[in-house]
């Protein structure tokens, strides 16, 4: 098998530029904010209301799963470290989008919630824009430092 470097000293390219151990950090933030999307699309009722506002509901999910974008595309990059930024980011807001509709079926059952093809619509701009944001904000720090080259040996 082929022995894949990157040209700083130490690093790897593939799975072994992000080993397990290393993974789990970016990994457990992403699960538990499933649950905690899961959790709150359970209720009939919130304990706490938002501030109402024109398209309140759109915004609100907009910046929930802006959030998720911004994990989903950290896991993507720990995950597929040698996809290209844009299939990285591609890869995130698919994701945002398939949750976005498991979501909204998942809210049909719920009693005095309902589905919206408006809700995905935000989730999964909301999804494209935090993983963008995230993806642009690491690319900036990463042009800082310089490219990383793959050198196949």
């Given at each position: 098998?082929?022995?894949?470097?990157?040209?700083?000293?130490?690093?790897?390219?593939?799975?072994?530029?992000?080993?397990?151990?290393?993974?789990?950090?970016?990994?457990?933030?992403?699960?538990?904010?499933?649950?905690?999307?899961?959790?709150?699309?359970?209720?009939?009722?919130?304990?706490?209301?938002?501030?109402e506002f024109f398209s309140s509901d759109k915004m609100y999910h907009f910046l929930e799963y802006a959030f998720l974008?911004?994990?989903?595309?950290?896991?993507?990059?720990?995950?597929?470290?040698?996809?290209?930024?844009?299939?990285?980011?591609?890869?995130?807001?698919?994701?945002?989008?398939?949750?976005?509709?498991?979501?909204?079926?998942?809210?049909?059952?719920?009693?005095?919630?309902?589905?919206?093809?408006?809700?995905?619509?935000?989730?999964?701009?909301?999804?494209?824009?935090?993983?963008?944001?995230?993806?642009?904000?690491?690319?900036?720090?990463?042009?800082?430092k310089g490219p990383d080259e793959v050198v196949v040996e």
């Amino acid at each position: 098998m082929e022995n894949i470097k990157c040209s700083l000293p130490g690093k790897t390219a593939g799975a072994a530029a992000f080993p397990l151990h290393r993974r789990w950090p970016v990994l457990v933030p992403w699960l538990l904010y499933w649950a905690v999307i899961f959790y709150f699309s359970s209720q009939s009722r919130f304990f706490l209301q938002p501030p109402e506002f024109f398209s309140s509901d759109k915004m609100y999910h907009f910046l929930e799963y802006a959030f998720l974008g911004v994990l989903t595309v950290r896991v993507v990059r720990a995950y597929r470290p040698r996809w290209s930024p844009g299939r990285q980011l591609l890869g995130a807001t698919l994701f945002c989008l398939l949750y976005g509709l498991g979501d909204e079926f998942h809210q049909w059952f719920v009693p005095g919630r309902w589905a919206s093809l408006g809700d995905v619509g935000a989730d999964t701009f909301g999804g494209w824009a935090g993983a963008r944001l995230y993806a642009w904000r690491m690319g900036s720090s990463r042009a800082e430092k310089g490219p990383d080259e793959v050198v196949v040996e």
